[in-house]
């Protein structure tokens, strides 16, 4: 059948066009599909069978219902034939279904094809296949709304860098609506912060790469200065002529901001803001380069709070990191202008002095810093009392490098604290005094294992009557080869590195154990003064472990008199109180030892649950000498008495101390005057007769 009924009138002219139609309809790209009056199939073309799959024998004499897909609903086709019933044609969109199931989308057109009369014969369909179009559009609306809702601010310019359209993020980040930018260049952006070099550079790498990036400073529309991470891209046509160029870009400020937090944080101590080990490392390094070249001398000051984890543990590290700041605090008050201070780490500081006029400058400010300790800290509810060992190393005299200034500096500071005597100097003693208190240090470990340790006993006796009420025991280490070793000078080591918590159970035992002989020997003894370190109080179960040893050992509590330091305690009274008052209520006596040589704070001690009070001896040491002494040991002697505590008197060691003391009305002696401490046989041999 032939794709145009000719009628019996036509001319010799179309008859020649014939042929060709027949080559149209066969090469046509468009798919072609005729059909009789009743819509059955009687040709396709080529393309219908590329398109649809179906080969023109499978589909002759069948109707196009063959290829409907489905998605398009009855009433849509009911609208199609209405159209081409009246209007003769129809166009429009439709999705078919090929041969092998899958649904396409196509351009349809149908066509009906009547005669010279009128007459219906054919309807002609002529479609085209939409996938790759669709999939086009598809691509150019994705891409659209990418460039659209993109997270990067995108900014397309032509040759001329009139800025042609911006995205949404574009106006998001610069403040600037699409209306406000197109037709400006992007110098509507500078920030004025980068010179014509840095814009001579970009434009370089453009041109001869076709691109750039980095990071510059722009401008919002509300003046605010920002960082960004800008790539600019040149676009070519296929001739290779540029025809626009595009900017993309990221505003990178909280990249910038966490940058130079984590700088911060690097280089900056978070607690006291103070230059951290690391930072102060680096400067003082540079200070040390200026030094050499200028021959200006150096003060180097190592600080380290004493008993600053006692408060940690004791109080918590909210209360520990309130001291630290304060700390902080204070020794930037104390230092001058250029001086560079910093918390090294912990509880340790350094301080650095430039241009030092010599040593005597660089203790004055280490006893600035000492002063200002002297002021209490403010803890969480009370008041903490600090102090602090200072070592100072000096540049070029001790040391030419940060190295050794910083190890010089440090052994001068565990000299202070051994010492006790303030701010201290290196000296090349302090290198063999350090190598000892190592030592030392290492050997405490096994002191009690290798049974190194004794305690010795120094009674106590009755001023009115010289009879015996007491007696302390005291602790002594005995080391194979290092001899006998000072209290002063082993029990602060325990006491910083925390065996003198091990140490005072052992020792609490040994004098339990002791007291169990002499009872066994039928021996009348009296109640036994044992320390307890501020250390101790740390453990949340100290009372319980002293009820433990002394049961054990079948001793009463009566019969213990547990020793505290007036000064200790203050660091957190309240938590001693409560440990006191339980071990009150157990039976134990308890004294303060070395009243008057701390910070008094009477407010507590009405609070103390407390039964001796023992007067510092550096007060009977002076009393004879000294009027304000006896004013003061009067005092305490009278304000115990009004408290109903018994007082006793330590460090007695001559006659009138004795007759002045028996004057004021104290009530017992301890000293060298009465005895030494002694073993325990001695002491049993001069003071506790067994009974007969």
Avoid at 359 to 369: C, G, I
Avoid at 564 to 571: D, H, L
């Amino acid at each position: 059948m032939s794709v145009y009924r000719a009628s019996a009138s036509a001319g010799a002219d179309e008859e020649t066009m014939l042929p060709l139609y027949g080559r149209i309809y066969r090469d046509s790209q468009e798919a072609i599909m005729i059909t009789d009056r009743y819509a059955r199939i009687t040709q396709v073309n080529p393309s219908f069978s590329r398109i649809t799959g179906y080969a023109e024998e499978e589909v002759v004499g069948r109707t196009p219902s063959i290829l409907k897909s489905e998605c398009q609903t009855a009433e849509f086709y009911a609208r199609m034939w209405a159209a081409i019933h009246l209007d003769g044609r129809w166009k429009g969109e439709i999705w078919n279904r090929r041969k092998n199931g899958e649904v396409y989308p196509q351009w349809l057109s149908i066509s009906a094809v009547k005669d010279d009369q009128g007459e219906l014969h054919n309807y002609m369909a002529m479609f085209l296949d939409l996938t790759d179009y669709k999939r086009a559009e598809s691509k150019l609306r994705l891409h659209a709304q990418v460039f659209s809702h993109a997270g990067e601010g995108i900014m397309i310019t032509d040759t001329d860098l009139r800025i042609l359209s911006v995205n949404r993020a574009f106006t998001a980040v610069t403040g600037y609506a699409e209306e406000e930018a197109v037709g400006h260049t992007p110098l509507l952006l500078r920030s004025g912060r980068h010179g014509r070099e840095f814009y001579r550079h970009m434009w370089e790498s453009i041109l001869a790469a076709g691109s750039w990036q980095g990071e510059i400073w722009n401008r919002r529309k509300n003046g605010e200065i920002y960082p960004e991470y800008l790539t600019i891209t040149t676009l070519r046509d296929e001739h290779g002529a540029v025809t626009n160029y595009i900017g993309m870009f990221k505003d990178i400020t909280e990249r910038k901001q966490s940058e130079d937090r984590l700088k911060y944080l690097a280089h900056y101590d978070t607690l006291t803001g103070l230059p951290n080990r690391a930072l102060l490392q680096d400067m003082l390094q540079d200070v040390l380069h200026g030094c050499r070249r200028s021959g200006e001398r150096l003060g180097v000051l190592f600080i380290d709070l004493d008993r600053f984890k006692f408060v940690n543990d004791s109080m918590g590290h909210d209360t520990g990191d309130k001291v630290l700041r304060q700390m902080g605090e204070r020794l930037r008050r104390a230092i001058r202008a250029g001086d560079i201070v910093s918390r090294f780490g912990g509880d340790e500081f350094i301080v650095v002095l430039r241009g030092l006029k010599g040593a005597k400058e660089a203790l004055e400010t280490a006893r600035r810093v000492t002063a200002l300790l002297e002021q209490p800290f403010c803890g969480a509810d009370n008041e903490i009392y600090m102090n602090a060992s200072i070592g100072i190393s000096l540049y070029p005299d001790h040391g030419g490098d940060l190295e050794a200034l910083m190890r010089y500096a440090d052994l001068a500071m565990y000299e202070a604290k051994s010492q006790g005597a303030g701010p201290q100097l290196f000296n090349e003693g302090i290198s063999s005094a350090f190598l000892r208190r190592l030592h030392l240090e290492r050997e405490l470990r096994f002191a009690i294992g290798r049974e190194e340790l004794q305690l010795v006993y120094q009674p106590q006796v009755s001023l009115a009557d010289g009879r015996l009420t007491g007696m302390e025991a005291l602790l002594r280490w005995r080391h194979p080869e290092l001899g006998m070793i000072a209290p002063g000078e082993f029990i602060p080591i325990a006491e910083e590195t925390g065996q003198i918590r091990d140490i005072g159970r052992w020792a609490l035992g040994e004098a339990c154990r002791q007291l169990g002989v002499w009872r066994r020997e039928s021996r009348t003894v009296p109640a036994i003064a044992v320390n307890l370190s501020g250390r101790q109080f740390v453990a949340p179960d100290l009372a319980e472990q002293i009820r433990s040893i002394v049961a054990e050992a079948g001793c009463e509590p009566h019969q213990i008199v547990l020793e505290i330091t007036e000064s200790f305690g203050i660091v957190d009274m309240d938590a001693v109180i409560s440990v006191l008052r339980e071990l009150k209520a157990a039976g134990f006596r308890i004294a303060i030892d070395d009243f008057g040589k701390g910070y008094s704070a009477l407010g507590y001690l009405k609070q103390l649950p407390i039964d001796i009070l023992k007067i510092d001896k550096s007060f009977v040491s002076e009393l004879i000498s000294d009027p304000k002494s006896e004013v003061l040991t009067r005092a305490i002697i009278q304000m115990a008495q009004g408290m109903d505590l018994r007082v006793v008197a330590e460090g007695v060691e001559t006659q009138p101390q004795w007759g002045r003391l028996r004057e004021l009305g104290c009530d017992i002696a301890q000293g060298f005057f009465i005895d030494r401490p002694m073993a325990p046989g001695d002491l049993a041999d001069r003071y506790l007769p067994p009974a007969h």
